[in-house]
């Protein structure tokens, strides 16, 4: 049985095309020793479909820039010879556009509920405006900006961009709850009845599966407690209830936003009302900002490419397996 290193150790996530297990263990690790290739001795190496994520673990005092991986040397130093990742031409420009719809719409919710409907407060009538505020700039804007971090963030550590990925869904979360706790607290003052309306219940789907998207991301993709084989068979279905969701957020505010217009412009929402108008116009644009955010995730070629440091480490592996040098593909 390998002898695995102890917690205090750190460790690096890196993408490769072989996953390995130590023989006699659930987690999959990989150890390595300081100035010296990958040693095969008493590991198990199988052969994935999809790049499983694996870890290496480095002794205390120790980064990956003391360790070569089949003489190609980790860390910074390698990063400056190989350069960093080219940035798609057009893709800033999406980003920056989407951005750009994003903060106007949260804008415009905020000139929609200063102008027409009173401002905003946690007490009095004025308390229901929490609701979409919060809806806006948590499940929508929020929301959308983590899923793109793996598009913008393309040259950063992989731990990086995925506490960076979690912490805005945090924060979308505890935004999105403020939001609920407001409307259902005004409801509960005035009297009004609680999840009747479609909005009201596709609001609720949304807030439990995101929720639960959270959670197991968390679960399987922070914490080291999951393989590596069971993450990589769930990082589709990751990838697709994220943009499902996101999708279902966006189509929930537009349900929300023509309740809030029928329900007080009655049968003058017909002749073109002011409100409604600038109610129409954010309505298009929660659209435009959905849309733009999508595409940018659906293009394959904006994918964020694996790091040099990534890179090492899987042709590592290909030799350890296969018996080839990587410089002979």
């Known amino acids: ?15 490769c095309d072989i996953g390995c297990e130590a023989e006699g263990t659930e987690r999959k690790l990989v150890n390595a020793k300081a100035s010296h290739r990958l040693s095969g001795s008493g590991v198990t190496c199988m052969k994935h479909s999809r790049s499983p994520e694996c870890e290496v673990l480095f002794p205390v005092g120790l980064t990956s820039g003391d360790f070569s991986f089949g003489g190609v040397s980790s860390g910074r130093s390698m990063d400056s010879r190989a350069g960093l ?26 000139a929609w509920l200063g102008l027409y409907r009173g401002g905003i407060a946690w007490e009095g009538a004025l308390q229901f405006n929490v609701h979409p505020l919060s809806m806006v700039i948590g499940l929508i804007f929020l929301q959308g900006d983590a899923l793109l971090v793996y598009r913008v963030f393309r040259n950063e550590t992989k731990r990086t961009t995925k506490v960076l990925h979690g912490l805005l ?16 607290d005004y409801h509960r003052k005035k009297g009004y009845a609680d999840l009747y309306s479609l909005h009201s219940w596709c609001g609720l789907l949304v807030l439990v599966l995101y929720f639960v ?6 679960s399987f993709f922070l914490f080291p407690g999951a393989s590596f084989s069971l993450r990589s068979r769930y990082r589709p279905q990751h990838v697709f209830f994220g943009a499902t969701i996101f999708l279902l957020s966006v189509g929930t505010a537009l349900l929300g936003l023509k309740e809030a217009l029928l329900f007080k412009l009655g049968a003058k ?9 600038l109610a129409n116009v954010l309505g298009l644009l929660l659209v ?8 940018i995730l659906t293009r394959s070629d904006w994918k964020r490419p694996p790091q040099a440091e990534e890179q090492a480490l899987s042709m590592d592996f290909k030799t350890l397996t296969e018996g080839d040098s990587p410089g002979s593909q």
């Open 1 to 15: 049985m390998p002898k695995l290193l102890p917690p205090s150790h750190r460790s690096l996530d890196f993408s």
């Open 85 to 110: 990742a080219a940035t798609p031409g057009a893709l800033p420009y999406y980003v920056a556009f989407s951005q750009l719809l994003g903060l106007t719409v949260v804008a415009m919710t905020g």
């Open 169 to 184: 869904h945090v924060f979308a979360l505890v935004i999105a709850l403020v939001g609920v706790v407001a409307v259902f």
């Open 213 to 218: 998207q959270w959670l197991v991301g968390l």
């Open 269 to 277: 929402y017909s002749t073109f009302e002011a409100e409604g108008v």
């Open 288 to 295: 435009g900002f959905g849309v733009t955010v999508l595409y």
